[in-house]
C-alpha cells in the first residue's frame, strides 16, 4: 500500500495529536469540528444531538488516539469514521428512549379517570427514589420533570455543558428504573 502524500503541517499535528500534544487536538479541534459537527446535523436533523456527537467525537478520539495511524489515513477521515459510529449510538439511543416511553404508554388506562389518590404510592415511591440522588444529579431531574425545563434550559440555569446535563438524566433515569424494578414497582 502506498503511503499516502500530506503536507509537512499536517504531518506535524497528526504526529503530535498521536503523541497525546494538547496543542495538536486544539488545533484539530479547531480544524476538524465544524466538519464533524455539519455531518452529524445533516444526519441527526438535531443541533443540540449533534453537538453531542461533536462532543463526544473529540473525547473518543483523544482516548483513543494511539489507535490512528497518520500513514493510513487522514485525521479528517479518522474523525468522520468515529463520527458515523456516534451517529449510530445517538440513533440506537433514541430508539430505545422511544421504546421506554412507547411501553409506559401502553401501560397507561385512557380510559379510566384517575382520582386524586390514585398513583400516590406510585408518586411516593418516586419521590423517595429521586431523593437517593445525590446532587447535582437529584437538581437536574427536578428541573427536567418537576419544573418542565429543557436540557438545553437545565444546562443554561447550572451552568454546565449540555453533555454533562444529558448523561447525568440519561444515567438517573436507568438507576431509577433499575431500582423500580428491584422494588416491584414497575416490571
Do not use: C
Not at 45 to 74: C, H, I, L, M
Not at 118 to 133: K, N, Y
Not at 143 to 158: E, M, R, Y
Amino acid at each position: 500500500m502506498r503511503a499516502r502524500e500530506v503536507d509537512p503541517a499536517t504531518a506535524a499535528v497528526e504526529a503530535a495529536f498521536v503523541r497525546g500534544d494538547e496543542d495538536a487536538l486544539a488545533q484539530t479541534y479547531a480544524r476538524f469540528a465544524g466538519l464533524v459537527y455539519s455531518v452529524a446535523v445533516r444526519a441527526l436533523g438535531n443541533a443540540e444531538d449533534a453537538a453531542d456527537v461533536a462532543q463526544q467525537v473529540f473525547v473518543a478520539a483523544w482516548r483513543s488516539r494511539d489507535k490512528y495511524d497518520p500513514t493510513q489515513a487522514r485525521l479528517s477521515s479518522w474523525l468522520l469514521g468515529i463520527t458515523r459510529h456516534k451517529v449510530a449510538d445517538q440513533y440506537a439511543a433514541r430508539s430505545r428512549a422511544t421504546r421506554i416511553v412507547d411501553r409506559v404508554a401502553a401501560t397507561q388506562d385512557p380510559v379510566r379517570s384517575e382520582s386524586p389518590t390514585d398513583g400516590l404510592a406510585d408518586r411516593v415511591v418516586l419521590a423517595d427514589e429521586l431523593g437517593r440522588l445525590g446532587e447535582p444529579q437529584r437538581e437536574i431531574m427536578r428541573l427536567a420533570f418537576f419544573d418542565g425545563l429543557t436540557h438545553s434550559q437545565i444546562a443554561g440555569v447550572l451552568d454546565m455543558p449540555l453533555g454533562t446535563v444529558k448523561s447525568h438524566i440519561r444515567r438517573s433515569l436507568q438507576r431509577l428504573r433499575q431500582r423500580l424494578e428491584v422494588d416491584g414497582v414497575i416490571s
